[in-house]
């Protein structure tokens, strides 16, 4: 089983940035894919990015060129990099991480940029 902690949320100008982190528990980390999601108050949770774990990685069109996922296997640490915020932007941030036919998910780290 894997469990994951989000962190580096909060409250932002818009164009600032922030890195958000996902720590995971378990040794077979380097070998999960690992994604983020968002969810927008009253939306739907909506895929942000991904990253493999070969280092593969994969963006929404709404987030290409702002966003970066990156991962860092012998902290256990799965990062995403968010420049040039913008209001629209504002969700609750989640990391999921894939092993073999199941799906671990963290508790969120809320994301709000102020225009």
């Known amino acids: 089983q894997v469990q994951l902690v989000e962190s580096g949320g909060g409250l932002v100008q818009a164009g600032g940035s922030l890195r958000l982190s996902c720590a995971a528990s378990?040794?077979?980390?380097?070998?999960?894919?690992i994604r983020w999601y968002r969810q927008a108050p009253g939306k739907q949770r909506e895929w942000v990015a991904t990253?493999?774990?070969?280092?593969?990685?994969n963006y929404a069109d709404s987030v290409k060129g702002r966003f970066s996922i990156s991962r860092d296997n012998a902290k256990n640490t799965g990062y995403l990099q968010i420049n040039s915020l913008k209001s629209e932007d504002t969700a609750v941030y989640y990391c999921?991480?894939?092993?073999?036919?199941?799906?671990?998910w963290g508790q969120g780290t809320q994301v709000t940029v102020s225009s």
């Open positions: 999921s991480a894939l092993q073999g036919a199941d799906t671990y």
């Open positions: 378990g040794s077979t980390f380097r070998f999960n894919t």
């Open positions: 990253i493999t774990g070969s280092g593969y990685t």
